[in-house]
């Protein structure tokens, strides 16, 4: 699974992080969001699901794949 954070959609509400704070962090500056890893483990794949399903501006673009033996997190600073 490929997740891709929108970062210039995010509005700051910090729900990612309370719901994957092992995975997803705020830029002191302005509060959007920030990735801790970009490649977590599988057991966090479960906290990542939640935190993309909590995001009120639905910053994350999920992309699954056939592989389903990584995570991969990305950003990307332009409107998909």
Do not use: Y
């Not at 906290?47 to 399903?53: F, G, N, S």
Request: glycine fraction near 2%.
């Amino acid at each position: 699974m490929k997740v891709t954070a929108l970062r210039n959609r995010c509005i700051a509400s910090g729900a990612c992080v309370l719901a994957a704070s092992q995975v997803f962090d705020q830029r002191e500056s302005d509060g959007v969001v920030e990735l801790l890893q970009a490649h977590p483990s599988l057991d966090q794949l479960k906290k990542v699901q939640q935190a993309v399903a909590a995001c009120p501006s639905q910053v994350f673009v999920v992309e699954e794949e056939d592989d389903l033996s990584e995570l991969t997190l990305t950003t990307n600073d332009e409107e998909m």
